[in-house]
């Protein structure tokens, strides 16, 4: 199962060549991760509930991003386990045209006792839901 994460693209997003600088996809895959969570947790998604550190992030640029028609991220999980999930989102147009395909690697992680914990049993089973 797919999430779509409809991405809206802003004028300062583009460069003087009326491309997407590669710095802004990170903000793109970061923001359909954000509403990834934020469908799984419930719209009032608090961070002190499902705390994520960000571990790793592979990014692989397909193609320039130079026209101002939508954009969504397509979230999958890549990988999930007790404490860490791994999400491969694809930067994309409705027509499924690949611009670029990121993955990210979140851990679940308790800040006060600054260590990993374990995914509540509810969000690990909707986490799996998204395997690719």
């Known amino acids: 199962m797919d999430f779509i994460a409809k991405l809206q693209l802003r004028y300062n997003?583009?460069?003087?060549q009326k491309i997407i600088n590669n710095a802004v996809i990170f903000s793109l895959l970061e923001n359909s991760q954000l509403l990834f969570f934020e469908q799984l947790v419930g719209s009032r998604w608090d961070w002190s509930c499902v705390p994520l550190v960000l571990s790793k992030i592979n990014v692989v640029f397909v193609k320039q991003i130079q026209s101002k028609e939508?954009?969504?991220?397509?979230?999958?999980?890549?990988e999930v386990e007790d404490y860490f999930v791994v999400l491969k989102i694809y930067l994309e147009s409705p027509r499924s045209e690949?611009?670029?395909?990121?993955?990210l690697k979140l851990v679940h992680y308790d800040f006060t006792k600054q260590e990993k914990?374990?995914?509540d049993e509810a969000l690990y089973t909707n986490l799996k839901k998204y395997i690719e």
């Open 13 to 16: 997003d583009f460069d003087g």
């Open 70 to 78: 939508p954009l969504h991220g397509r979230v999958l999980v890549k």
């Open 98 to 103: 690949v611009y670029s395909i990121g993955e």
């Open 117 to 119: 914990v374990m995914w």
